[in-house]
């Protein structure tokens, strides 16, 4: 990645600092308290796709909100201009929150982002969010370990960077992992089943598509490795989804609960974080 930010690392650094927040997995309620912190702190926040809007009330009032999400396939901002954005802010001195979903070193671009303030000299903190991979089978009653079914877990991207070459141990991972949490597969499920399938992972093995896991809009299917594919067609399943595979899948048939309580609609949510946010600014 070529940059068009200027380079040379400063000996010191400047007054600015950039926090590279997990907002968490959609349900806004489920950001930390060091990430609200962040988000009151901001001079300028720069905002992924998927982040919940409930989250941008806590924006202290005059700071930019820049929603700068990549939508796959389709034109909009690149990493390099997101890099700059960062760069640029802090060095003017002002505090700089990268809001981003779930974790922000797993599958996040964190860690590159990282690099790049390291690179220029910028002071920056990393604060975690609960990922997907975790948050997403809790919510459709899914332990992603339990002592009867799975003491290993893989996290797994469902799509590869740009011309690199494939580079996963798919053997390894049909066999020697029992839990498999895949993130943005969808597009890939074919492929995956087919990997999976063909290094010896059992036709019967259960199978969990969660569609906007944590938030109102979860939605949950479980079938088998064989007819995963299938079913993901027939249902229309589409990205955000987490596709979890291995035999911890059987027990949400015992511990579902997340469709068993009252979920307000969006707006609500919206609205009531949006009061609750003005509430804390007015007392502090």
């Not at 060091?34 to 796709?49: F, H, M, S, T, Y």
């Not at 220029?120 to 459709?140: L, N, Q, R, S």
């Not at 088998?224 to 027939?234: C, G, N, P, Q, Y």
Request: hydrophobic share 35%; with cysteine; glycine share 12%.
């Amino acid at each position: 990645m070529t940059s068009t930010i200027p380079t040379g690392v400063r000996k010191n650094r400047p007054g600015g600092k950039v926090y590279l927040v997990g907002g968490g997995p959609g349900d806004p309620e489920l950001i930390t308290v060091k990430g609200v912190r962040a988000l009151r702190e901001a001079d300028v926040i720069l905002v992924d796709r998927l982040i919940h809007p409930a989250l941008l009330e806590y924006a202290r009032p005059g700071a930019s909100l820049i929603h700068c999400g990549k939508n796959p396939g389709c034109p909009g901002w690149n990493q390099e201009a997101i890099n700059q954005l960062m760069v640029e802010h802090a060095r003017a001195g002002k505090t700089v929150t990268r809001l981003k979903g779930g974790d922000p070193f797993v599958y996040g671009r964190g860690g590159e982002e990282a690099q790049v303030l390291v690179s220029h000299g910028v002071d920056f903190e990393v604060i975690p969010g609960i990922t997907a991979g975790i948050a997403a089978p809790a919510c459709a009653g899914i332990p992603v370990t339990h002592r009867e079914y799975s003491s290993t877990i893989a996290f797994i991207t469902g799509h590869r960077k740009k011309g690199s070459e494939e580079e996963l141990p798919w053997k390894h991972l049909a066999k020697g992992v029992d839990t498999l949490a895949i993130y943005m597969g969808v597009k890939n499920l074919p492929y995956i089943r087919e990997q999976l399938l063909s290094n010896g992972k059992s036709r019967d093995t259960p199978v969990a598509l969660i569609q906007w896991g944590t938030t109102g809009d979860q939605y949950t299917l479980t079938g088998i490795l064989e007819d995963v594919v299938e079913l993901a067609r027939h249902h229309e399943v589409k990205n955000p989804t987490m596709i979890v595979v291995g035999e911890v899948v059987r027990l949400r048939e015992q511990l579902a609960w997340f469709e068993n309580r009252a979920v307000p609609k969006k707006g609500e949510i919206i609205k009531e974080w949006g009061e609750k946010a003005g509430a804390s600014a007015s007392s502090s």
